[in-house]
DNA sequence: CTATATTGAACAATATAATGGTCAAAATAT
DNA sequence: ATATTTTGACCATTATATTGTTCAATATAG
């Protein structure tokens, strides 16, 4: 019933995103990287739909300004939770 | 100016949330683990904010129906940056 | 209350992500 | 057109996430 889209696909739709940012603001790989403090390996790996690590991906975030959102989304998310009945 | 949030907050939270669906879904951490053919100490790094890979939270999502969503607000994030003019 | 289940913590062993490097193909610049 | 940059791919090594386990503390159930 719910959740149709596949792992994989979420993880090549997240490199997608990421590669799209960095193009527009005309980074490198190798240029993103270094500002994050990480190897182009990581940064290729995560726009290529391989797996990578949660550090990984949020340090991108928030070089590309998307952590605060990500974070609020987590909040509203668990203030959700907390609010709902369960129907288990 | 952008992301005052830390990623070490952001992984506290993703693991309160994760928590918290879990408790009102009632499943233990071992219950969660083997549903998802994963190890409890993995659900038990991400619960306490410790680094983990994007397998492990997809995993974790897609089995709280949350995986639909986030790939969703990941395709609405790259339209949203395939319209905007660059400003760099 | 006592018994049971769950969780946080720590550990050694294994699997794998991260690193740093090279190279050819593709894209971009000149 | 050629020169330059960037990227995808692959590889060996290192770092670390995952696994499986035990144990004490905590929470929950009876």
Redesign the pocket.
């Known amino acids: 019933m719910f959740d149709s889209v596949e792992i994989k696909e979420v993880k090549n739709e997240i490199g997608l995103l990421v590669?799209a940012i960095?193009?527009q603001r005309g980074f490198?790989?190798?240029?993103l990287a270094k500002a994050l403090?990480?190897?182009?390996?990581?940064i290729?790996?995560l726009?290529?739909g391989?797996?990578?690590?949660i550090?990984?991906l949020l340090k991108v975030l928030k070089e590309m300004d998307l952590l605060d959102q990500l974070n609020s989304e987590v909040l509203q998310a668990k203030a959700h939770v907390m609010n709902a009945k369960s129907m288990y």
Request: no cysteine; glycine share 0%.
């Open positions: 590669k960095r193009k490198s790989q190798i240029q403090d990480v190897s182009r390996t990581s290729q790996n726009e290529l391989k797996n990578f690590t550090d990984t």
